[in-house]
C-alpha cells in the first residue's frame, strides 16, 4: 500500500508486485484435433471423438500416419473427407453419432481392411448399406439407431466373416429380413434391444444359429419365448425388460440348462 498526503485526507493506491497470471486458453478443436494426430500418429488408434471435427479437417491424415483404429464418434463429419483415411491400415472405424450420410459410405467401401464398423446414429439408410459389399473382411458392424429397413439383414450375405452385428433401437418391419440373418452362418452375436421385434420375426430367427441373442426391451412375450427353444446353438439370451412370466424361464432354464438367460 502507498499513501499519499492530499488536503482533504490519504489517497491510497494498491499496487501488486506479482502480474496475476491469466487462465490458458482452451485450444480449439482443430488445434487439438492436430495435437492428436500429431502424438499417436504412429499409434495403432488415433482417437478424436466429441471434437468438432469436419470432413475439411480430415485432411489432417495427410501426414504420415498408420493407425489401425480411428474413432470419429460424436464429431461432425458428414462424409467426403473420409477420402482422406483410405490409405490407412484400418481395421476399427467408429462414427456413432457422427451426421455421416451415404456419401460417406461411398469412401468407407474402400477401406477393404476394415473388420469393425460403427455407424450407430448417423444418417446413413438402407440404400445406401449396398456401398458396403466390398468389405469382405467386415467382423462386426453396429447399424443401431439408424433408419434402416430389410437390405440391412440381407447384406449379411456379401460379409461371409461377419460374426457381431448389432440393430439396436431400429424398425425392420419385413417378413423375409431375419430369415436372411437366419441364414448366415458366421453371424453369431444379433444385438436387437430396444428394436420392433414381432413375434414372426422371433419365429424366422429361431431358424438361425446363433450363439448369443439379445432382445433387452422388445416384445417378447411367453409365447414368442417359446419359439426361440428349440435353438440348440444359442448359449446366452439376453431378456431384459421384457413381459416373460417367471413361470417359463424357470422352465425355460430347466429345459436348457447350457443356456444363460
Partial sequence: LIF?????????????????????E????????????????????????????????????????????????????????????????????????????????????????LEKLNLSKTSITDSGLLELRPLKNLRELDLSDDVIGAR????????????????NKTAILSDDAF???????????LSLADSQLRSIDARALAQGHFDNLILDGTAVDDATLNLLLPMKSLKTLSLKRC???????????????DMTV
Fill in 243 to 257: 413381459k416373460i412370466s417367471q413361470q417359463l424361464l424357470d422352465k425355460f432354464k430347466a429345459e436348457r440348462p
Fill in 4 to 24: 499519499l498526503a492530499g488536503t482533504s485526507g490519504y489517497f491510497v493506491i494498491t499496487t501488486s508486485g506479482n502480474k496475476t497470471k491469466g487462465t490458458p
Fill in 26 to 113: 482452451t485450444p480449439d478443436d482443430v488445434t487439438r484435433a492436430k495435437q492428436v494426430i500429431s502424438k499417436d500418429g504412429n499409434s495403432d488408434q488415433i482417437d478424436l471423438q466429441n471434437l468438432k471435427v469436419t470432413d475439411k479437417m480430415l485432411e489432417l491424415f495427410a501426414v504420415p500416419t498408420k493407425p489401425s483404429s480411428v474413432i470419429l464418434s460424436n464429431t461432425l463429419v458428414i462424409g467426403p473427407g473420409l477420402a482422406n483415411l483410405i490409405h490407412l491400415p484400418l481395421k476399427n472405424l467408429s462414427l456413432a453419432g457422427s451426421p455421416v450420410t451415404d456419401r460417406g459410405l461411398e469412401e468407407i467401401k474402400h477401406m477393404e481392411s
Fill in 179 to 189: 430369415a436372411d440373418l437366419a441364414r448366415s452362418e458366421s453371424l453369431k452375436t
Fill in 152 to 167: 440391412a439383414c440381407a447384406m449379411v450375405k456379401y460379409w461371409p466373416h461377419l460374426t457381431v452385428l448389432k440393430v
